[in-house]
């Protein structure tokens, strides 16, 4: 099941390319300008807003208006919960007409602001369409009228939905097994993840949905978390895959790629979606990937002890350590995430704390908002607790 709050999806071995040169490293100085030299409105989400009690409470989108950044809640962003197809996992809905409707994907972004039709979508950025006229979403229908335990559902349908018209269109359906996630969406083609056995994640191989003709193909059987960008596929591997003693399950769940083995994750992969060309980009170990930046390379996280450093990838080989920030060194899983946001201003991402109680915000909740760019280096330019969702327009 997923949640609206953090929804985490349904649910590798050596490059076959050269190796490239060993990696280089540099932190070079900051610039932290005042957030004055701003202008503009960046949409942005808030998550994680708990009652007294301790319950989850109303998401609420908006704009961060620069310069100032104030927040300025819009209520275009509302969205509805849809439990007329599946009451156990239900759609979301827009609240404003013509009615939209979708499934986000991933753990924080599941709605997102289109500038070019100046709507609130009810999906992650990554499933819209590079133009913003369509996106994609998956619909789960449930195998019985009361599913019981993780019971797969009876069918998947893939939709593409017109922003401009509300036209929904199924392209593709499946018995939901194993199960597929979407992982980008392009001009012809909707990028699927087919997940593996680890249950708390989809790091599985690569796919190919033809939204003309519903044709599925497969891309890599590398095994990743993958995100779609700048012409290619990347991923996070193993370069040492770790499987528990006695797993018969195909294919069997890889604590590495879980994060729960002695093991890292440690190679970046590109992977050319014309050609299948495959290449190594990186190799360090316990690297996450976040996102693709609007050059087309990506950016990259690196957790270690109580601090969480942002990476930048700026050519095969080549990697620049730009900021970092405190974590709590017990819950790993904080610092620097997605989703990454690109425009002409720069790179926008987030900085979450999941530390124990007492904590100074609730769970999992974004502690800020960052900004990258070749001029200014990163800085934050707020403390709103959430996440950006669209472009600074």
Known sequence: MRTLVLALALLVVACSSPSPRAAQSSLPATITPSTAALKGDLPVFQYGLYDAQGNNQQLVGGFLHFPGGAFHRDVGADMVR??????YVPLIRTSVQPYLFGFGEGDLGQTSYDGATARWLPVARHQVSGDGLRYAYRELLPATQMPIGDQPPREVRFHVVDVRTGSDHVVYTTNGTPPLVIAGFSEQAVWLTRCGNEGTGCWGSLWRLDTATGKLSKV?????LWVIGGGAGWTVICSSPHYPPGDTSNPPADTCLMGLADSKPDQLLRIDL???NEETWDREPGIALLGIGRDGLPMLKLNSGDESTLLRVAQRGQTERLFTVPINKLYSGGGFVGPVISDETGTWLSVVDVGPPPRAVSP????????????SGVRKVSDFPGVPAGILG
């Open 220 to 224: 890599s059987d590398r095994r990743g």
């Open 82 to 87: 849809d439990y007329s197809g599946n009451p």
């Open 364 to 375: 999992a909740m974004a502690v800020g908002i960052y900004m990258y760019s070749n001029s």
């Open 274 to 276: 014309t050609t299948g």
